[in-house]
């Protein structure tokens, strides 16, 4: 990561490891808006890195799967960067899916994801983005987390992103997948944990 001050003006450049091309391009938005734009170096999904994304992610809690991915991508960088991980927690089940949501997105799908709500008294859910920033390979992560309140519902709007068409955001009646670009940037887990981020790195 390089930070350069100058005149005032912070400029500051990360690289993300990530092999999710929608969170690159969200959190591309999320950073460029604002007074002080942070760029995001997009050699992430280089193929050289491309390894990484494979790796099996251990099992545990939320701040347990984050740091462990962002100390791996910092060994293998061999210097600073940021990863991030999202759980879908279900309040009937004691917060899970949880980190393990992408596996039961792909196993059960929307529809799935509802069934397993069936004959539970609450529908309530919350997503919760995890951001981890390492200096480099021999330091310990710090984690950001930002978490939005909603409720599982059926599918409404398109299925561009994950779970987005199945979590209606609290107070917005409307589904992560029925919003706009901003819309949805301006309340998301994501973008709770970047704000979160981006004030720390502004006080380095
Ligand atoms: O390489 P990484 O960054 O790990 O990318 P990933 O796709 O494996 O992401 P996660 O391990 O964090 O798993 C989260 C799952 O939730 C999905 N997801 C993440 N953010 C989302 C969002 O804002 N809206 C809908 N689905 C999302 C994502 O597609 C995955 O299936
Ligand atoms: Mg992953």
């Given at each position: 990561m390089k930070v350069q001050k100058q005149n005032k003006h912070l400029s500051?450049?990360?690289?993300?490891?990530?092999?999710?091309?929608?969170?690159?391009?969200?959190v591309q938005y999320i950073l460029s808006q604002g007074q002080r734009p942070i760029q995001i170096d997009s050699h992430d999904l280089d193929s050289k890195?491309?390894?990484?994304?494979?790796?099996?992610?251990?099992q545990g809690t939320t701040q347990e799967v984050a740091r462990a991915k962002c100390q791996r991508a910092a060994e293998l960088l061999g210097g600073p960067c940021i990863?991030?991980?999202?759980?879908?927690c279900f309040k009937a089940l004691n917060g899970l899916p949880g980190p393990y949501i992408k596996y039961f997105m792909?196993?059960?799908?929307h529809d799935g994801l509802n069934s397993m709500l069936d004959g539970?008294?609450?529908?309530?859910?919350?997503?919760?983005?995890?951001?981890?920033?390492?200096?480099g390979p021999d330091a310990e992560p710090i984690l950001f987390e930002?978490?939005?309140?909603?409720?599982i519902v059926p599918a409404r709007g398109p299925a561009t992103f994950g779970w987005d068409p199945v979590f209606q955001a609290e107070d917005t009646g409307k589904t992560?997948?029925?919003m706009t670009n901003e819309e949805k940037n301006f309340?998301?887990?994501?973008?709770?944990a970047l704000d979160k981020l981006r004030n720390y790195l502004e006080s380095l």
């Open positions: 500051i450049n990360l690289v993300f490891v990530t092999g999710n091309a929608n969170k690159l391009r969200e890195l491309a390894f990484i994304f494979h790796f099996p992610e251990i990863t991030e991980d999202t759980a879908l792909k196993s059960i799908g539970f008294p609450t529908k309530e859910a919350w997503a919760l983005c995890t951001f981890a920033y390492s200096s930002g978490r939005t309140e909603g409720m992560y997948a029925e309340i998301s887990h994501r973008y709770r």
